[in-house]
């Protein structure tokens, strides 16, 4: 679950609902351990304060690393769907994969090249805040710290972090293959993540539990993010050329508007075993029915309900042009949560196309490239 709270470049901002659980976690470890530490004798809310502006500012860091790759993105003709900002850092949604490793390397490298800017800036300021005390120069060295940290953390070579993505652009600059490049990185940073809740569990054994932890879970997210991501890249692979017409149904079963949704139940759900049939009249697509819709209905009354009275028309549907690529209506079933688009050309119904179809698609182009 996140929130929205602007556009930067363009860009949608969205908060994650752990970015909080994140900043309340900083501020104590800070407030807790490191800052009496390194600040001794002030009091308990002095602490909690700088950690909070600490923790803060850390993740305003974080955006502007993220807004780093956005920038680049954009002005290479890549769109960025949004940012999202939580407890483990922050990802540019970015649609689509880079079509040259040498834009992969430029859109990865920007990222720490950042957050060392960031670093530089921030311990240069540090000097002249002194004159203010420690609530100014504080959060500025522990800026510093962690944002040479955060350069050096993402430089590391453990897909899908900064440094994987540069060595799956070498890798693809060598073997002109981004998918064996993506399955090759893919495995170095599931090692990499491996290594971190081994640590994890180390610092634990000897005591640093939130030390530990914090390892461990880093650890899980960059392994699901390895997979996730060498997912994707098969998707983009192997629906690069595909468009909607190409691999949807043409025959499809339609339902008349004014048939009772009982008919409806005998005639196309009982016997086609669909999920959803469109509702056309002489091919105008007039709306879409889904058995979730009859069950919203009570069986008594399905021999009176006409399908217009329950169908979802025409006008709230979500809809495909036989010229958009395949990769295009996945991605609109992902964001609308539906499992089915009708294809219209000039108002008129052509066919459907659903995740089966899209699936099947991909399964078949990896099994041919596989044979290669």
């Known amino acids: 679950m996140s929130f929205r709270i602007g556009k930067l470049l363009g860009v949608p901002v969205k908060l994650h609902f752990t970015l909080i659980l994140g900043v309340l976690l900083i501020a104590w470890t800070l407030a807790v351990g490191y800052l009496p530490l390194e600040y001794p004798g002030l009091s308990s809310a002095t602490y909690w304060l700088i950690g909070v502006i600490s923790a803060v500012a850390l ?3 974080v955006l502007l690393h993220e807004l780093a790759h956005s920038y680049v993105a954009k002005i ?4 960025v769907r949004r940012i999202v900002l939580f407890i483990f850092g922050g990802v540019s949604e970015i649609e689509e994969e880079p079509k040259e490793a040498s834009l992969e390397f430029k859109l990865a490298l920007v990222g720490p090249l950042t957050s060392f800017a960031i670093a530089l800036i921030l311990w240069f300021l540090q000097h002249p805040a002194r004159a203010f005390g420690v609530l100014a120069v504080a959060p500025l060295e522990y800026g510093a710290y962690i944002n040479l940290l955060l350069g050096g953390f993402n430089l590391l070579p453990a897909f899908p972090l900064d440094g994987g993505r540069i060595l799956r652009a070498g890798i693809w600059r060598w073997k002109k293959n981004l998918l064996q490049a993506t399955r090759i990185a893919t495995r170095v940073g599931v090692f990499f993540s491996y290594v971190l809740v081994f640590w994890g569990f180390f610092f634990i054994i000897g005591g640093v539990f939130i030390g ?3 390892f461990i879970l880093i650890g899980w997210f960059l392994k699901n993010g390895a997979e996730s991501s060498y997912r994707q890249t098969i998707v983009s692979e192997a629906l690069a050329d595909v ?13 008349d508007p004014s048939a009772p949704i009982k008919d409806v139940v005998e005639t196309h759900f009982t016997k086609y075993k669909h999920g959803g049939f469109p509702v056309t009249r002489d091919s105008e697509l007039l709306g879409l029915i889904t058995l979730e819709d009859i069950k919203k209905i009570p069986k008594e009354k399905w021999p009176e309900t006409k399908v217009s009275d329950v169908m979802t028309p025409c006008e709230k549907l979500k809809c495909a042009n036989p010229n958009e690529t395949a990769v295009d209506a996945l991605m609109k079933m992902s964001k609308y949560n539906i499992g089915r688009l009708p294809v219209q050309e000039d108002g008129k119904l052509i066919g459907i196309i659903t995740r089966s179809d899209i699936i099947h698609a991909i399964q078949l182009k990896t099994e041919l490239e596989g044979e290669k």
């Open 59 to 61: 993740f305003v860091s």
């Open 243 to 255: 468009l909607v017409r190409d691999i949807m149904t043409k025959e499809v079963h339609t339902v």
């Open 212 to 214: 530990g932890l914090w």
């Open 76 to 79: 290479n003709g890549l769109p």
